[in-house]
């Protein structure tokens, strides 16, 4: 049987994170910023990257792939491009402050190419297309996977060989819109998605998994641990194959990190290699008429006739909105065997804190 969620307020929920994040050796800034970066996935309806990840965060503490103490070094720099390698520390600390280095540089010429590699799970990319369209830039982001066992299968291949390698596209709201924010896996569904459901006791979309043996199946048991039997699929057959393929020149050979290839190093990890590019909309034409385009291109997109009258057409980014809006209200479900496993974890850290 399914389990009962239970619903938690996001304070409640961020303040335990931050607090088994600093019991296991984050710094206290770092355990801010990746409490908040999970629980803001959580209420943007996107669990799969939320705070159900930190029993797997404590494991990679634990085991020494992640390195709570990491710093940024800078590879290269010059006025339009930053490759950084961030000493394998927490991700969303380390994005977050690439996308401001790279913003500066964009508002400055008029664009930015930025990598990021050795570098901890950076969690949900949209977050950093957010960044980015809050200081009124349009942001292209491209990520692979690398230092565990791929996940996804390729186009017409039985096994698994990519990451979920997301792909992550922004831009800046206007005075009638929000920001635009299509942020997606490479793969049909994410890893986190089911591991969600085989938490839940749910079955998988149709067509999202394959077994072991290579074989379509809808029960999501076999990717619940560490130890993953089958794989997910690629969406949209080769379109999302090749958008992952890309990823992986694009995010691990730029970067300089390597690709998810076994030649390169699978300890079973999690770290990811990133590439933005960042565009100041104004260095490409006046600002008014661009948003008065904007909006009329969104007006008319969304003004199609419903093939479901109950579920209207709607802008990208706005299932996130509306669900943080309700989160922030009702609180945020989680099951309890995803609760279970968050104390579980606290006590594995020392951390006194409990949900």
Not at 279 to 303: C, H, K, N, S, T
Not at 315 to 341: H, L, V
Request: net charge neutral.
């Amino acid at each position: 049987m399914p389990s009962t969620d239970r619903r938690i307020a996001p304070a409640t929920l961020n303040a335990f994170a931050a607090s088994l994040l600093a019991a296991a050796g984050a710094r206290d800034a770092d355990s801010a910023i990746v409490a908040n970066h999970l629980v803001e996935a959580n209420l943007k309806g996107h669990d799969s990257h939320g705070a159900g990840l930190l029993p797997a965060y404590i494991h990679h503490v634990r085991r020494n792939l992640v390195d709570p103490s990491g710093q940024d070094r800078t590879l290269r720099e010059t006025a339009i491009l930053l490759q950084v390698d961030a000493g394998g520390g927490w991700g969303a600390p380390a994005g977050f402050r690439l996308i401001d280095r790279a913003g500066e540089k964009a508002k400055a010429e008029g664009l930015a190419a930025a990598t990021i590699g050795n570098v901890h799970h950076l969690g949900r990319v949209g977050a950093y297309g957010e960044r980015a369209a809050e200081a009124g830039l349009v942001s292209l982001h491209f990520v692979n996977v690398t230092d565990h066992a791929p996940l996804v299968a390729p186009y017409r291949g039985s096994d698994a060989r990519f990451g979920t390698n997301p792909v992550c596209i922004a831009f800046p709201g206007t005075a009638k819109r929000p920001a635009f924010v299509h942020d997606m896996a490479t793969s049909r569904i994410a890893l986190g998605k089911v591991r969600v459901a085989a938490n839940k006791g749910v079955p998988v979309p149709a067509g999202s998994l394959i077994d072991a043996a290579g074989l379509p199946t809808t029960d999501p048991s076999g990717m619940a641990g560490f130890d993953i039997q089958g794989a997910l699929t690629p969406v949209g057959r080769h379109k999302g194959y090749g958008l992952a393929f890309a990823c992986e020149l694009l995010a691990g050979v730029l970067s300089g990190t390597g690709t998810i290839q076994p030649g390169n190093r699978r300890r079973g990890g999690l770290q990811n290699s990133m590439l933005s590019i960042l565009v100041d909309p104004q260095a490409f034409g006046d600002r008014d008429w661009m948003e008065a385009e904007i909006e009329a291109m969104a007006d008319y997109a969304l003004a199609s006739p419903p093939m479901d009258w109950d579920s209207p057409v709607l802008y990208p980014g706005d299932p996130e909105r509306a669900s943080a809006g309700k989160r922030r209200r009702e609180g945020i479900p989680m099951d309890e065997t995803t609760i279970d496993q968050l104390n579980k974890a606290a006590e594995t850290a020392g951390c006194v804190a409990r949900l």
